[in-house]
């Protein structure tokens, strides 16, 4: 029986891959790249190095609109599909773990008849918390991962835990320094961890009015 493997290949650093993920792309007919008319395939780059059989590239529109999403996902699916009726292992690379914001959530959700496989990959937090030397959490703390769509929530999550994690920060970085401020948080920007044009600053405010990149994050930790 055919299988769909979804396969997390970590946060850029090429070293980062798990040995299984390494094994599956090894072995599977087919490796499926999510892409975007804005974005090479950053899981691509990656795995490259790893992969045996083919190669497809699939797109994922970069927008809001749910519809055009929606779509653009069924299409995609069915294509999935065609390649496991075929008989052809398939794999699903995405970066960070698949089971964390990433785009195989919403494949995973329409190949519920096939047999499928998940293999965890290292988050974009832990990596960035490994290059600061700063623990997310320690002892018996909690700790939040949010992402930085609704700063209403930002600041529920600041109040209610000392150690908070923001992703996806690009749209609302002004906004976040600022709040960090108020609520009394020290904050940790990190941009493309593991990547050769990685960048590390414990200083926010120097970042604010510039683009910030989409693989972006803060940990943040309240002074105490």
Known sequence: MTKLY???VGP???????????????????VIAPTSKEE????????????KGDVVFMEFPMTYSREDIKTKWEENIEKIRKLLNEGKDV??????DPMIYSTYIYIL?????????TISGITSYS????????????GNEAFAVIPSGD????SKALDLFDNVVLMKISRRYKEIVKLLKEKDFKGYLVTKCGHQDEKISYDLDRYIGEKIDYLSLIIAKKVK
């Open 6 to 8: 979804g396969v997390g």
């Open 12 to 30: 850029g650093e090429k070293s980062l891959i798990t040995l299984k993920a390494v094994e599956t792309l090894q072995k599977v007919d087919v």
């Open 40 to 51: 090479r395939s950053i899981a691509y780059e990656i795995a490259k190095p790893y992969i």
């Open 91 to 96: 794999a699903f690379i995405t970066i960070g």
């Open 109 to 117: 959700k329409g190949i519920e008849e096939y047999e499928v496989e």
């Open 127 to 138: 990596a960035a918390a490994s290059r600061l030397n700063i623990p997310i959490a320690e």
């Open 151 to 154: 700063v209403t929530e930002i």
